[in-house]
């Protein structure tokens, strides 16, 4: 190949990341406004921010909710996260603890916490699981319920949470987090105020940093371990404009399974979660959306920004990869299995927007960052792209990463104020700067690896997440 034939083939390269680059950063201004109007919008409508008024106007019509916890080795977190649930501001609500086969003494734990009694309790099983050992009920709390069972992961724990569930809604809570009191009275607002709502997902915030005692959120706070803080910004980011962008245009992929409420009977039809994919949690709510399409239904999937349920971040770089290399696989797990989504006709935004919108800009984006920095790096080398031009376009790209999650924060503070204090705001920008250097590159290498593994059809291991606790007095010991 001669100098002008390679002269063509990087300027031809350096003109398809640029189109890449502009139609990403270009969706990505569009779901920023889009957010922007939503959480004007609906703090117009909600001026209590989902309590008092709506409680009011909806007293007598707020339907049973399921909150149904699987838990797997969390002794650490199980009391907290159970009195949470307790604690809640909802006129009717059961709480279903799903033991799914801990080696730990999760189970001991809640017996002596909770005063749990072995219970004689028969259910439908609608969906397949591995087999119940036991049911428990407290003595102390009419509403509580505990079941144990085989291991068989999380999507198995909680479709054994379903079966035993008999409100018509339930709600998925991950063990290592609590709700705010409020959660479910605002989580339920989309159900009461349109019919065709199946599914509702709330904001997940880092616990890491704030004062918790019994399962109540006394203090938000900033965490001080570095990784975790800059995951508090990487979360602003993700629910703020990534979730609340798609709501509106009932174009919603993601409801994380760290908080989602859902029609129980719809999720049953639609075979309940899966357990054969890493991402169960995104893979049933894309799911729901095809089901829905193709059986032509009309449904909303929605997002509501003020429900809060506050969950441990990792604070190891161990931990912290293996779970993004997991949702990286399940994110290609799910979008190639519903694949005929992509460009159906009658989709809606769903199948015109979202999906490829996830599929180009999500799921092969990890693809795009690393082959762009090994071939500017290569051009550089050869002398075939000049040092100047290199350190621009990448410190262009950097700074609108930095923007993005800045503009994240400060949609926060005029909006939720959940972290109201001057200095808070100035780490949380701070923080916003430090993203884009370092931490966001090592979380386009883990999300790399997630896509390999799906690709080459690897096992992943799933590691240890270690729990702390340290957000939590009334935490048990590790």
Known sequence: MNQEMAVILVRSVEFLFLVYFLLLNGGLFVLHLIAAWSVRHYMARHPAHGAGIDRATYSGFFP????????????????????SMMQLHYPSFEVIVVNDGSKDRTLEVAIEEFGLQPFREVHRARLATKTVRGVYRSVRYPNLRFIDKENGGKADALNAGI??????????????????????????????????????????????????????????????????????VEYLRAFLFGRLGWSPMNGLLIVSGAFGLFERETVVQAGGYSPSTIGEDMELVVR??????????????????DPICWTEAPESLKVLGSQRTRWQRGLAESLWRHRSLLFRPGSGAVGWFSFPYMLVFECIEPVVEVGGLVFFALCVAFGLVGWS??????????????????NAVLLEEVSYRTFP???????????????????????????????????????????????????????SPK
């Open 389 to 406: 031009e290199a350190v621009l376009f990448l410190g262009l790209v950097q700074a609108l990463g930095m923007l993005q999650t800045v």
């Open 288 to 305: 729901l959306h095809r089901r829905m399409i193709e059986e032509s239904r009309p449904y909303r999937i929605t997002f509501v920004p």
């Open 421 to 475: 204090a001057t200095r808070q705001i100035l780490t949380m920008i701070a923080a916003s700067v430090l993203e884009s250097i370092g931490y966001r590159q090592l979380n386009t290498w883990w999300r790399l690896k997630g896509l390999v593994q799906w690709a080459t059809g690897r096992k992943h291991k799933w590691g240890k997440m270690t729990r702390s606790a340290a957000w939590s007095s009334g935490a």
């Open 64 to 83: 049973p909710i399921g909150v149904i916890v699987p838990a797997f080795n969390e002794e650490a977190t199980i009391t907290t996260t159970i009195h």
């Open 163 to 232: 079966n035993a569930c008999v409100s018509p809604l339930f709600c998925g809570v991950d063990a290592d987090s609590i709700l705010q009191n409020d959660s479910l009275t605002k989580c339920v607002l989309p159900f009461l105020e349109d019919r065709r709502t199946i599914c509702a997902g709330g904001t997940i915030r880092i616990a890491n940093g704030c004062e918790v005692d019994q399962g109540l959120l006394l203090r938000s706070g900033l965490p001080r371990h570095p990784l975790a803080l800059l995951q508090v």
